[in-house]
């Protein structure tokens, strides 16, 4: 373990809180000597247990103009991220792309209009927005119809030459092609239409004993069967319901069971889809006939990109890229990660290990980095390797870039505020003082990583970051355990500075 000396003293009313806020000896000494335990201690203790760790935490604008080391445990030792990942994507995307890119999809033909007919097929152009919704499809096909489009003497086509279909790499992506009891797996594609998921509502009957009623979120059309047997009981009976896609000769089901109180609001499930460019087409094509524009011949999936012939009759843009990244890091949308990610390569037909290869070039670049092994954007597999010091080096880098910095800073969440509640633990000094960003991942075996930036007592800018991984022969690692030490550990490098 390496740690620096900080600060000589916290001044007494700083100490009469931390006494009051922590019980024991520590805390006494920690005020009369901050510096004796600015450092991870705390956190170290799970090396005890079984645990490997690589932790980091330094300033950004120290007095002598060179960052000052506050704590360090093995900062240079190789571990899983997990989605710790998703902040690599994040600084590499907008160093690539800025933070006002949209990606723009759109409908193209090498077809004449004439009369409100096109003569050729309408090809769906997926432009890889990882935030395509069904709103943004209506307002495709309203655009469709201001072009003088009523009919199509054709097959409607979804494109998705930039990449798709994505070849799975990890277990719940591979098995999800056949069932998926969850959203994070859908499969991947530059054409997907709502993160590559149905999306179906339950709601209880009149009256108890009854099936519940049940549609899809985003179509009045029946474009997926629905298996329910969701049964409605009395009120205040309580509401659980389970929900699974699976893929057979029928396509895709949603199967649903479970059960729901009269008095209950309706829910919400979403379950990724099997073929996330067929779902498109699905959807797309329930809208053109619902806006009265036929298409005469049955839709297909392409991956053959357009001809250069090919007319532009629609286009719609995505929400800026620092929108997109508000979600994707708030959320760790896993879909959205790696979309983005598969954005980041030139080349049409874009793999996962390429995208994490682009992202390794991203964090190359950087002075003092070390060595980065990224299969993902998003960092579904435990395969991803960095270490603290490398996090740190990238965040730094962000932090000096004035254009770039506030997009970045602002897709990490405070513990105070942030959506995910089960960081909302410790003192108020780390809860108001601490940006970070997560990453959790069980199988086959434990990670806990958390990484992020910190304001001192004295209004200071730090870096943080720290890996701990598990193996298959230690036990299940909880939030509480990490973040419970971390917090203390960083509280006393926070009031020490």
């Given at each position: 373990m390496?740690?620096s000396?900080?600060?000589h003293?916290?001044?007494?009313?700083?100490?009469?809180?931390r006494?009051?806020?922590?019980?024991?000896?520590?805390s006494?000494?920690?005020?009369?000597?901050p510096?004796?335990?600015?450092?991870?201690?705390?956190?170290?203790?799970?090396?005890?247990k079984?645990?490997?760790?690589?932790a980091?935490?330094?300033?950004?604008?120290?007095d002598?103009?060179?960052?000052?080391l506050?704590?360090?445990?093995?900062?240079?030792?190789?571990?899983?991220?997990?989605?710790v990942?998703?902040?690599?994507?994040?600084?590499?995307?907008?160093?690539?792309f800025?933070?006002q890119h949209r990606?723009?999809?759109?409908l193209v033909?090498?077809?004449?209009?004439?009369?409100?007919?096109?003569?050729?097929?309408?090809?769906?152009?997926?432009?890889?927005?990882?935030g395509?919704?069904?709103?943004?499809?209506w307002r495709l096909?309203q655009?469709l119809?201001?072009?003088?489009?009523?009919?199509?003497d054709?097959a409607?086509?979804?494109s998705q030459w930039?990449?798709?279909?994505?070849?799975?790499?990890?277990?719940?992506?591979?098995?999800?092609?056949?069932?998926?009891?969850n959203?994070?797996?859908?499969?991947?594609?530059?054409a997907?239409?709502?993160?590559?998921s149905?999306?179906?509502?339950?709601?209880?009957?009149?009256?108890?004993?009854?099936?519940?009623?049940?549609?899809?979120?985003d179509?009045?059309?029946?474009?997926?069967?629905?298996?329910?047997?969701?049964?409605?009981?009395?009120a205040?009976s309580?509401?659980?319901?389970?929900?699974?896609?699976?893929?057979d000769?029928?396509?895709?089901?949603?199967?649903l069971?479970?059960?729901?109180?009269t008095?209950?609001?309706?829910?919400?499930?979403?379950?990724?889809?099997?073929?996330a460019?067929?779902?498109?087409?699905?959807?797309?094509?329930?809208m053109?006939?619902?806006?009265?524009?036929s298409v005469r011949?049955?839709?297909r999936?392409?991956s053959?990109?357009?001809?250069?012939s090919a007319?532009?009759?629609?286009?719609?843009?995505?929400?800026?890229?620092q929108?997109?990244?508000?979600?994707?890091?708030?959320?760790?949308?896993?879909y959205?990660?790696?979309?983005l990610?598969l954005n980041?390569?030139?080349?049409?037909?874009?793999?996962?290990?390429?995208?994490?290869q682009?992202?390794?070039a991203?964090?190359?670049?950087?002075?003092?980095?070390?060595?980065?092994?990224?299969?993902?954007?998003?960092g579904l597999?435990?395969?991803n390797?960095?270490s603290a010091?490398?996090?740190?080096?990238?965040?730094?880098?962000?932090?000096?870039?004035?254009?770039?910095?506030?997009?970045?800073?602002?897709?990490?969440?405070?513990?105070?505020?942030?959506?995910?509640?089960f960081?909302?633990r410790?003192?108020?000094t780390f809860?108001?003082?601490?940006m970070?960003?997560?990453?959790?991942?069980?199988?086959?075996f434990?990670?806990?990583?958390?990484a992020?930036?910190?304001?001192?007592s004295?209004?200071?800018?730090?870096?943080?970051?720290?890996?701990?991984n598990?193996?298959?022969?230690?036990?299940?690692?909880s939030?509480?355990?990490?973040?419970?030490p971390?917090?203390?550990?960083?509280?006393?490098m926070?009031?020490?500075?």
């Amino acid at each position: 373990m390496k740690f620096s000396a900080v600060n000589h003293l916290v001044k007494s009313s700083i100490c009469r809180w931390r006494r009051a806020l922590v019980i024991g000896v520590a805390s006494t000494v920690l005020c009369a000597s901050p510096a004796l335990y600015a450092d991870f201690s705390r956190l170290g203790q799970l090396e005890s247990k079984g645990f490997s760790i690589s932790a980091e935490a330094r300033l950004l604008d120290a007095d002598t103009g060179s960052n000052a080391l506050l704590g360090s445990l093995n900062p240079d030792r190789q571990l899983s991220p997990a989605s710790v990942t998703k902040a690599y994507l994040s600084a590499a995307a907008l160093n690539r792309f800025g933070p006002q890119h949209r990606f723009t999809s759109q409908l193209v033909s090498t077809g004449n209009v004439d009369n409100g007919v096109l003569r050729g097929d309408l090809v769906f152009e997926g432009g890889g927005d990882p935030g395509l919704t069904t709103e943004d499809l209506w307002r495709l096909v309203q655009r469709l119809q201001l072009a003088g489009v009523r009919e199509v003497d054709g097959a409607l086509i979804v494109s998705q030459w930039r990449f798709g279909p994505v070849e799975c790499i990890t277990t719940d992506r591979c098995n999800a092609r056949t069932r998926v009891t969850n959203a994070y797996s859908a499969p991947l594609t530059s054409a997907g239409v709502n993160f590559g998921s149905w999306c179906a509502n339950i709601a209880p009957a009149a009256a108890a004993g009854e099936p519940a009623r049940v549609g899809l979120c985003d179509s009045q059309a029946p474009l997926v069967a629905i298996d329910n047997q969701v049964i409605t009981r009395p009120a205040n009976s309580g509401t659980d319901i389970s929900a699974e896609r699976i893929t057979d000769e029928r396509g895709d089901v949603l199967r649903l069971t479970g059960q729901i109180s009269t008095n209950a609001s309706a829910r919400d499930v979403y379950r990724g889809a099997g073929d996330a460019a067929e779902k498109t087409a699905q959807v797309l094509l329930s809208m053109l006939n619902q806006a009265g524009v036929s298409v005469r011949d049955p839709w297909r999936v392409s991956s053959t990109q357009p001809p250069n012939s090919a007319q532009r009759l629609a286009a719609v843009d995505s929400k800026p890229l620092q929108e997109l990244l508000l979600r994707t890091m708030n959320y760790s949308n896993n879909y959205m990660a790696d979309v983005l990610a598969l954005n980041l390569v030139e080349t049409p037909q874009a793999q996962l290990r390429q995208a994490g290869q682009a992202i390794e070039a991203y964090a190359q670049s950087l002075s003092g980095h070390g060595p980065l092994t990224l299969h993902s954007g998003s960092g579904l597999t435990t395969d991803n390797r960095t270490s603290a010091h490398g996090v740190n080096v990238m965040l730094e880098d962000m932090f000096h870039q004035s254009a770039l910095f506030p997009s970045f800073v602002a897709s990490f969440q405070s513990p105070a505020n942030g959506v995910m509640r089960f960081i909302r633990r410790g003192s108020p000094t780390f809860q108001n003082n601490v940006m970070l960003k997560t990453g959790t991942l069980n199988q086959p075996f434990a990670v806990r990583a958390v990484a992020g930036y910190f304001r001192t007592s004295q209004g200071r800018w730090g870096v943080f970051s720290v890996l701990v991984n598990g193996s298959g022969s230690t036990p299940y690692l909880s939030w509480p355990e990490v973040l419970d030490p971390l917090s203390l550990d960083l509280d006393a490098m926070i009031l020490a500075n």
